[in-house]
């Protein structure tokens, strides 16, 4: 590794941590750049997922002022969002890569839509119910719809991961009334705790595909992002931060569509 792709891939995971925090995506940056540098794309996806875990447990701190009293309903959504990304991990060993990757795309162009949409399609759904109390306590809590759609988020994560953010922020903004900025911090945590089982899982099964001197300059260049991150995003009013997410998500598909 020379001094010029050391720094581009310390830049890239400074990157990725400040989009992870604010929406997602950022594996989009990182692993190119890995690619570029003259990575097996084996290692490149393993050495990231490690790395990142660092940017993800700061933008996670950065947004604790967010969930404030969100103990119970990360209690019901942590557990499915672990599962899931166990079996996710577990399927990278036994389906092919191209399983998953043909659906990413459209898994984005959803959460995407769902994000942009997801206050019209509230307070449609709100009018519908006829209790306007019992419904807003039944859409911020984690019903059987959004424990499911964490597990397969989950899931997708484990075996992936770009682009986890944008999907989970598009399932709460159906399933929940909460603010976006909260929605935010609840997806900050359950991503991360995706990283943080597929980094374990290819700490057992992949040892030989880790390069720690990448894993090393990602965890830093991420850890420094996600802090940047968490202090950009949260002051990023709603229609901004949805349009921003939008943006993203669009990158992303053109991005995965081309290659």
């Known amino acids: 590794m020379t001094a010029f792709e050391a720094l581009a891939i310390l830049i890239a995971g400074f990157g990725a941590g400040v989009i992870n925090t604010i929406v997602g995506s950022g594996t989009l940056l990182t692993f190119p750049t890995l690619l570029w540098a003259g990575y097996a794309p084996v290692a490149a996806n393993v050495s990231n997922t490690i790395g990142l875990v660092a940017g993800g447990a700061a933008g996670s ?68 119910r006829p209790d306007p109390i019992k419904a807003s306590a039944i859409a911020s809590g984690p019903g059987w719809p959004l424990l499911i759609g964490v597990l397969l988020a989950g899931m997708y994560g484990g075996y992936f991961g770009a682009a986890q953010g944008v999907i989970l922020i598009g399932l709460m903004s159906l399933l929940t009334t909460n603010a976006l900025q909260r929605i935010n911090g609840y997806k900050n945590i359950l991503a991360t705790a995706a990283n943080i089982v597929g980094a374990i899982t290819f700490l057992i099964i992949a040892p030989h595909q880790i390069v720690w001197p990448v894993v090393g300059l990602i965890a830093v260049g991420s850890l420094l992002g996600g802090l940047v991150g968490a202090a950009v995003g949260r002051r990023i009013p709603s229609t901004p931060l949805r349009i921003f997410i939008l943006i993203v998500s669009v990158v992303a598909i053109v991005a995965f569509v081309v290659d």
């Open 61 to 128: 701190w950065g947004y604790r002022h967010e969930l404030g009293g969100a103990a119970d309903t990360l209690k019901r959504l942590l557990p499915m969002s672990v599962i899931g990304a166990a079996t996710g991990a577990a399927l990278v060993i036994v389906l092919p890569p191209g399983v998953f990757e043909s659906a990413v795309p459209i898994l984005i162009g959803i959460g995407a839509l769902l994000v942009v949409t997801g206050p019209r399609l509230q307070a449609i759904m709100a009018r519908r």
